[in-house]
Protein backbone atom coordinates (compact mmCIF):
# COMPACT_ATOMS: atom_id res chain seq x y z
CA UNK A 1 0.00 0.00 0.00
CA UNK A 2 2.52 2.52 0.76
CA UNK A 3 4.14 2.88 -2.75
CA UNK A 4 0.81 2.57 -4.49
CA UNK A 5 0.59 6.08 -2.58
CA UNK A 6 3.90 6.94 -3.27
CA UNK A 7 3.30 6.69 -7.02
CA UNK A 8 0.03 8.55 -6.68
CA UNK A 9 1.76 11.27 -5.09
CA UNK A 10 5.07 11.26 -7.54
CA UNK A 11 2.50 11.69 -9.86
CA UNK A 12 0.73 14.73 -8.61
CA UNK A 13 3.95 16.32 -8.26
CA UNK A 14 5.24 15.69 -11.74
CA UNK A 15 1.66 17.14 -13.30
CA UNK A 16 2.07 20.24 -10.73
CA UNK A 17 5.37 21.02 -11.97
CA UNK A 18 4.60 20.49 -15.70
CA UNK A 19 1.82 22.95 -14.82
CA UNK A 20 3.59 25.66 -13.37
CA UNK A 21 6.38 25.64 -16.63
CA UNK A 22 3.87 25.42 -18.90
CA UNK A 23 2.69 28.99 -17.22
CA UNK A 24 5.75 29.92 -16.76
CA UNK A 25 6.51 29.70 -20.66
CA UNK A 26 3.05 31.42 -21.25
CA UNK A 27 4.17 34.51 -18.96
CA UNK A 28 7.43 34.39 -20.35
CA UNK A 29 6.34 34.94 -23.92
CA UNK A 30 3.49 37.36 -23.05
CA UNK A 31 6.07 39.19 -21.34
CA UNK A 32 8.76 39.19 -23.88
CA UNK A 33 7.80 40.69 -27.00
CA UNK A 34 5.10 44.37 -27.08
CA UNK A 35 2.42 42.86 -28.33
CA UNK A 36 0.61 46.24 -28.14
CA UNK A 37 3.01 47.42 -30.42
CA UNK A 38 2.42 44.75 -33.42
CA UNK A 39 0.56 45.60 -36.67
CA UNK A 40 0.59 42.70 -39.15
CA UNK A 41 1.71 43.51 -42.52
CA UNK A 42 -0.57 43.79 -45.67
CA UNK A 43 -1.24 40.74 -47.31
CA UNK A 44 -0.11 40.41 -51.76
CA UNK A 45 -4.17 40.97 -52.43
CA UNK A 46 -4.45 44.13 -50.96
CA UNK A 47 -1.58 45.66 -52.40
CA UNK A 48 -2.05 47.72 -55.68
CA UNK A 49 -0.64 45.33 -58.60
CA UNK A 50 0.32 42.57 -55.80
CA UNK A 51 1.66 38.68 -56.86
CA UNK A 52 -0.68 37.48 -59.65
CA UNK A 53 -2.37 34.33 -58.66
CA UNK A 54 -1.97 31.23 -60.07
CA UNK A 55 -4.23 28.43 -61.63
CA UNK A 56 -5.20 26.34 -58.46
CA UNK A 57 -5.46 29.96 -56.88
CA UNK A 58 -8.25 31.19 -58.89
CA UNK A 59 -10.06 28.21 -58.41
CA UNK A 60 -10.07 28.06 -54.78
CA UNK A 61 -10.65 31.93 -54.76
CA UNK A 62 -14.64 31.23 -56.28
CA UNK A 63 -17.27 30.74 -53.75
CA UNK A 64 -18.93 27.91 -56.33
CA UNK A 65 -16.20 25.81 -56.17
CA UNK A 66 -16.38 26.13 -52.07
CA UNK A 67 -20.19 25.43 -52.84
CA UNK A 68 -19.87 22.54 -55.03
CA UNK A 69 -16.93 20.51 -52.91
CA UNK A 70 -19.43 21.11 -50.35
CA UNK A 71 -22.28 19.44 -51.93
CA UNK A 72 -19.94 16.40 -53.14
CA UNK A 73 -18.94 16.16 -49.36
CA UNK A 74 -22.04 15.90 -47.77
CA UNK A 75 -23.25 13.69 -50.79
CA UNK A 76 -19.91 11.35 -49.76
CA UNK A 77 -20.85 11.41 -45.91
CA UNK A 78 -24.40 10.62 -46.58
CA UNK A 79 -23.46 7.80 -49.41
CA UNK A 80 -21.23 6.14 -46.95
CA UNK A 81 -23.31 6.33 -44.13
CA UNK A 82 -26.03 4.80 -46.13
CA UNK A 83 -23.60 2.35 -46.39
CA UNK A 84 -22.65 1.66 -42.96
CA UNK A 85 -26.37 1.21 -41.96
CA UNK A 86 -27.07 -1.10 -45.04
CA UNK A 87 -24.20 -3.13 -43.78
CA UNK A 88 -22.54 -3.11 -47.31
CA UNK A 89 -19.59 -0.90 -45.09
CA UNK A 90 -18.17 -1.70 -41.92
CA UNK A 91 -17.06 0.26 -39.18
CA UNK A 92 -13.13 0.54 -39.41
CA UNK A 93 -14.01 0.89 -43.56
CA UNK A 94 -15.84 4.33 -42.51
CA UNK A 95 -13.21 5.41 -40.00
CA UNK A 96 -10.89 4.77 -42.09
CA UNK A 97 -12.21 6.68 -45.14
CA UNK A 98 -12.44 9.88 -42.82
CA UNK A 99 -9.19 9.74 -41.50
CA UNK A 100 -7.67 9.27 -45.30
CA UNK A 101 -10.06 12.36 -46.02
CA UNK A 102 -8.68 14.64 -43.28
CA UNK A 103 -5.03 13.38 -44.01
CA UNK A 104 -5.37 14.23 -47.41
CA UNK A 105 -6.78 17.85 -46.97
CA UNK A 106 -4.10 18.00 -43.90
CA UNK A 107 -1.39 17.48 -46.86
CA UNK A 108 -2.56 19.30 -49.51
CA UNK A 109 -3.75 22.14 -47.39
CA UNK A 110 0.09 22.66 -46.24
CA UNK A 111 1.15 22.33 -49.95
CA UNK A 112 -1.39 25.45 -51.10
CA UNK A 113 -0.86 27.54 -48.13
CA UNK A 114 3.21 27.25 -48.77
CA UNK A 115 2.64 27.83 -52.58
CA UNK A 116 0.08 30.57 -51.42
CA UNK A 117 2.20 32.62 -49.18
CA UNK A 118 5.28 32.68 -51.84
CA UNK A 119 7.60 29.20 -51.45
CA UNK A 120 8.31 27.75 -54.35
CA UNK A 121 6.65 24.24 -54.87
CA UNK A 122 9.82 22.04 -53.93
CA UNK A 123 9.60 24.06 -50.42
CA UNK A 124 5.91 23.42 -50.17
CA UNK A 125 6.51 19.69 -51.43
CA UNK A 126 8.78 19.70 -48.30
CA UNK A 127 6.62 21.28 -46.10
CA UNK A 128 3.53 18.45 -47.61
CA UNK A 129 6.26 15.36 -47.08
CA UNK A 130 6.60 17.08 -43.46
CA UNK A 131 3.27 16.77 -42.49
CA UNK A 132 2.80 13.28 -44.35
CA UNK A 133 6.31 11.99 -41.90
CA UNK A 134 3.99 13.48 -38.73
CA UNK A 135 0.73 11.79 -40.09
CA UNK A 136 2.66 8.31 -40.22
CA UNK A 137 3.97 8.92 -36.78
CA UNK A 138 1.20 9.85 -35.22
CA UNK A 139 -0.54 6.77 -36.74
CA UNK A 140 2.32 4.49 -35.45
CA UNK A 141 1.70 6.41 -32.13
CA UNK A 142 -1.50 5.28 -31.89
CA UNK A 143 -1.04 1.90 -32.80
CA UNK A 144 1.68 1.06 -29.97
CA UNK A 145 -0.54 2.93 -27.43
CA UNK A 146 -3.36 0.73 -28.17
CA UNK A 147 -1.55 -2.74 -28.52
Known amino acids: MQTRTMVNTAYLA ?16 LRSRPWHHYAPRVSYGELAG ?8 QIAGRTSTWTALYVVLVLGFLAGAT ?4 GA ?13 VASFLVAGVYFALRE ?3 PSAQAAA ?3 VATGMLFVLAITVVLVTS
Open 117 to 119: HGR
Open 50 to 57: GRPRGGVA
Open 89 to 101: ITGPAVIGAVVAL
Open 127 to 129: GSA
Open 83 to 86: GYAS
Open 14 to 29: STVVTALLGVGVVILA
